[in-house]
């Protein structure tokens, strides 16, 4: 019998890698012991005999199993599985930020600067990496930054070089040594079978980086309610959204800048997603800026599990829609100058008053062929006088402060925000759900959620008397995916 790194029940594993159910796309791989290659559970390739196949949690599972990826389904391209498993939050942040980069390339972080940001020991950061992943910190970081040069030299012209370095590798040479020791193939023998013209993209740029690239999410995909949630919201020349399948903005990270474009393909389920850089200073963050677009876009919700706990709640269950997600803002700190706009006033006076703030404050840049504003950074807002704004002077005087703040302790959690006079639980709890994508925030003190909330117990019959004791024991129903109860009730 064949042992299985999966702990996902190995008979749906079963059913869904023969229905190539995309519901499970990420999720766990299948290993082919026979062709020593693993795929995801969508690959179009015949599907091999039972006996012949071994499941894992991870693609970094099946490599370290000595499998190489299937050039066909390409693992890389799988959307990431989103973990959320149990109370792993430690894990969950060391992840994150290796995901963003911080211990490769030029800077980066040593294993135990990693650990002494997170609050832990790398003693225990390295334990926790091998108990819960089978690898060790170094591994998996490595192991990221492949599959992001291998989707790269997949999809998009960057060089060979560019590749390297836009992965996290200090040298070409380093670079071609792990990707062949891991993945079993060279990066130029991948390049080729992806049959890609780097001469036409490098004579098209001119200076910039562009490059287009797939992004795979797990259906269903409720997109007409979250393309509405950015239009009625969105910065004129910050953001836009052409027709009603697309959405594009432009960002500011680790002083780099550029925009994306981002177009919905509902029968592939993916999005199609141009990315402008604004020059090749700028590749070293791109796998941070992927990230953080599939953030944006939520693209990594395991939304099946998330709509399956919706629907358990009574009794608001039969009016939850299937396949909305979180809207996400580019920054925390946007997020939290939304929040702060936003108290006491309409959705339309708060995005008027967000158009000001961007039009007097937020940088205007040409990246490729589009004229864009960024959005102000920390230290403007900090010591802008807002007179362009009409609102009271103490929600202006709330916004510098919170502005001087970020740009002091641009790391501090952002519960430390509740010090700052005029930021309180709900403009914190806002910041962390559309700025962080933190799945685990019902706004119970949100006016529209606490309408909404009340009038569903009251139809139904129910006593309401109590709302406090009615958003507890719902936030204990649905965590953690609070954020999404809040969004489904903003749409009812």
Same mark, same amino acid.
């Given at each position: ?162 590749? #390297? ?30 049959? @890609? ?12 980086? $562009? ?66 850089? #604004? ?10 800026? @992927? ?9 990594? $919700? ?128 806002? #910041? ?61």
């Amino acid at each position: 019998m064949v042992e299985h790194d999966c702990q996902t029940d190995l008979q749906a594993c079963r059913k869904a890698r023969l229905a190539r159910d995309p519901r499970f796309d990420g999720q766990f791989f299948i290993g082919v012991l026979t062709t020593k290659i693993y795929c995801r559970p969508i690959c179009p390739a015949v599907s091999p005999k039972e006996q012949n196949v071994r499941y894992f949690d991870t693609a970094l599972q099946a490599a370290n199993a000595g499998l190489r990826p299937c050039l066909r389904c390409r693992p890389d391209s799988a959307p990431q599985s989103y973990a959320w498993k149990g109370t792993q939050t430690t894990l969950e942040r060391a992840k994150a930020l290796i995901d963003s980069g911080a211990i490769t390339g030029q800077g980066g972080q040593s294993i135990e600067d990693l650990a002494t940001r997170l609050g832990i020991s790398s003693r225990y950061l390295r334990k926790l990496f091998q108990d819960k992943l089978g690898t060790s910190v170094k591994s998996y970081a490595q192991y990221q930054q492949l599959m992001l040069a291998k989707q790269l030299l997949h999809q998009t012209k960057l060089t060979i070089t560019q590749v #390297a370095f836009a992965a996290g590798f200090n040298s070409i040479r380093r670079f071609n040594e792990v990707f062949q020791q891991t993945l079993q193939l060279t990066p130029s023998h991948l390049r080729k079978t992806a049959n @890609i013209d780097t001469k036409a993209e490098q004579s098209e740029v001119k200076g910039r980086v $562009a490059l287009k690239l797939q992004l795979s999410y797990r259906p269903p995909l409720r997109w007409p309610e979250q393309h509405h949630f950015y239009q009625v919201r969105a910065v004129q020349n910050m953001e836009w959204l052409e027709d009603e399948f697309s959405y594009g903005r432009s960002f500011s990270i680790n002083e780099v800048s550029g925009y994306f474009n981002a177009r919905l393909d509902s029968a592939a389920n993916l999005f199609n997603v141009e990315i402008v850089l #604004a020059d090749n200073s700028a590749l070293p963050q791109l796998g941070l800026i @992927i990230n953080e677009i599939r953030r944006v876009l939520d693209l990594n $919700a395991n939304i099946a599990q998330i709509d399956k706990a919706l629907l358990e709640l009574n009794p608001i269950s039969s009016l939850m829609r299937e396949g909305l997600r979180l809207p996400g803002v580019w920054s925390a700190f946007e997020a939290g100058c939304r929040a702060v706009l936003g108290q006491q006033v309409s959705i339309v006076q708060a995005s008027k008053l967000l158009n000001q703030l961007v039009l007097a404050y937020g940088e205007e840049r040409i990246i490729g062929d589009r004229r864009v504003k960024l959005f102000p950074t920390p230290e403007i807002i900090a010591s802008a006088e807002l007179s362009e704004l009409k609102m009271p002077n103490a929600r202006k005087k709330a916004l510098n402060a919170l502005a001087q703040f970020v740009s002091e302790n641009p790391d501090a959690d952002l519960s430390d925000w509740l010090s700052i006079k005029g930021i309180g639980p709900w403009t914190v709890a806002y #910041a962390k759900m559309r700025g962080q994508s933190d799945p685990d925030v019902l706004l119970c003190g949100d006016l529209v959620v606490k309408k909404r909330i009340l009038a569903l117990y009251a139809e139904h019959g129910l006593n309401n008397d109590n709302y406090t004791d009615i958003t507890d024991s719902l936030a204990k129903q649905i965590a953690p995916w609070g954020s999404y109860l809040t969004f489904q009730l903003w749409n009812l």
